[in-house]
């Protein structure tokens, strides 16, 4: 345990206090709190839905901060960042369409409509999957990481587009309860705590998949290096 | 400026001269409208309802075929380098880029509209004006994002792949901005009152697009 690196230490405290208030709130959720009034229990999976899109979002964004950043300074731990960032927040996107997906199942009767929210949504998926593909398809490190950075900014064009969907559009994604105050008092606790919760778990895996980035660079730097001199 | 009607020249004599890009994307797009027409009764009323969806398809993967070249056609015997290393700068070289493709995507959409109208009984004389203005705008967002991203991926594995698998989500909003006036103008002769927030997503989508590639086209080009 004492080779442990500080953000290994890190990946372990935020993994850790994630998971044990995550079992706490849980417990909240699925016992204490009441069925909601038209839903019924369905309605508990605003609780995972909307912090899984919170915690996307925000990884994307860091990830847009960190291309930019990359395209100024070309440090490729940032590139690092960013495709870990990515990668863990496509994870989240797609629990969050998942989610909604069951909801809409028992909600609406149907499994998806093409309702801008939805299409938004899914465009977004399809974006960042794109990313990912990309930078399957690039060797080069230095040409993957600037041809990754310059899609993460475009890309992200499109999360405020979806943020702001239910807001623009008449939609059949319900709009927003929590600036409307349409959640009950009770459930806003429980709510923003799952939001932080999945924000430090969200954390956790980003930073474990950066160490994989850094671990992967440095055994590149090393096979060229032992090339090198083997010839 | 002088760099980027150079650019601009030079792309569209050297396709004038091949007409390799041109003539692949005008057949595509005949052949897209071929195959819709087994979907349903091409006719029938509802065509009408879906016509500017079925148009931008054609226009979208036809337009596709003319992007990729813009920038893979330089990429026989480096010109790619010489390009870069000449002395038109990043922005003149993407909007010289730029206007040629869509120079190009406009003149087959030329072609193909009038085809289009008599294969689906589609009057387009009555709204000609308003139509082209949408064209103009809708084929511009596809060339703005189309030739950057072809600059993205001119150098990697897959590149015909990796450019509409990268370029149709993002082109989405501008997309279905054009879809839903073109079809407003072929139903209803009019851009109908609900569908100004569409005209200004599109006019919105060209200005950001095109200022963010022009911002970032020097990282792309020099990797």
Redesign the interface.
């Known amino acids: 345990m004492s080779t442990m690196s500080t953000r290994q230490k890190l990946v372990y405290g935020l993994g850790a206090t994630g998971t044990l208030l995550l079992i706490w709130n849980l417990y909240r959720v699925l016992l204490v709190l009441p069925d909601e009034m038209q839903q019924g229990a369905i309605y508990r999976i605003i609780y995972f839905h909307v912090p899984a899109a919170f915690v996307g979002w925000t990884l994307f964004l860091a990830a847009l901060v960190a291309s930019a950043l990359y395209l100024w300074n070309k440090n490729l731990a940032l590139d690092g960042f960013a495709a870990s960032a990515i990668e863990v927040g496509w994870v989240f996107c797609s629990i969050n369409l998942v989610t909604g997906m069951i909801w809409a199942r028992i909600i609406w009767g149907i499994w998806w409509t093409w309702d801008p929210r939805l299409t938004s949504m899914f465009i977004c998926w399809l974006l960042y999957g794109g990313y990912l593909v990309l930078r399957g398809a690039i060797d080069d490190a230095g040409q993957r990481a600037t041809v990754s950075a310059v899609l993460a900014i475009f890309a992200f064009a499109d999360v405020p587009i979806v943020f702001m969907a239910i807001r623009w559009w008449r939609t059949q994604h319900p709009s927003p309860v929590l600036e409307t105050g349409g959640l009950a008092p009770e459930m806003r606790l429980p709510f923003w705590l799952n939001v932080f919760v999945f924000l430090l778990i969200g954390l956790a895996i980003t930073l474990l998949r950066l160490d994989q980035e850094d671990t992967k660079r440095e055994l590149e730097g090393l096979r060229r290096h032992a090339h090198a001199h083997a010839i | 400026m002088r760099g980027v009607w150079t650019v601009a020249r030079k792309d569209l004599q050297s396709e004038l001269r091949s007409k390799e890009a041109i003539n692949a994307s005008v057949s595509f797009a005949l052949v897209i409208l071929l195959i819709f027409s087994f979907a349903f009764e091409p006719t029938a009323d509802e065509t009408r309802a879906i016509s500017g969806g079925l148009l931008w398809i054609a226009f979208a993967f036809a337009g596709a075929l003319i992007l990729n070249r813009s920038f893979a056609r330089e990429l026989q015997n480096d010109c790619l380098e010489a390009v870069i290393a000449s002395p038109v700068a990043g922005w003149e070289l993407f909007l010289g880029k730029a206007f040629g493709s869509f120079l190009l995507l406009f003149g087959v959409e030329l072609i193909c509209l009038p085809v289009f109208g008599i294969f689906y009984g589609i009057n387009l004389t009555k709204t000609l004006w308003p139509l082209l203005l949408i064209l103009v705008l809708g084929t511009w967002a596809l060339t703005a ?1 189309g030739v ?1 991203f072809a600059a ?2 001119v ?4 590149r015909e792949l ?1 450019l509409p ?2 370029l149709y ?2 082109l ?2 501008a997309l279905m901005a054009s879809m839903t006036l073109t079809t407003s103008l072929l139903t209803t002769g009019s851009f109908g009152t609900n569908n100004q ?1 569409w005209i200004r997503l599109l006019i919105g989508f060209d200005v ?2 095109t200022s ?1 590639a022009l911002a ?1 086209i020097e ?2 080009l020099v ?1």
């Open positions: 994002l950057t993205l991926t150098n990697i594995r897959l990796m698998l990268l989500p993002a989405s909003p927030p950001i697009f963010l970032l990282f792309v990797l």
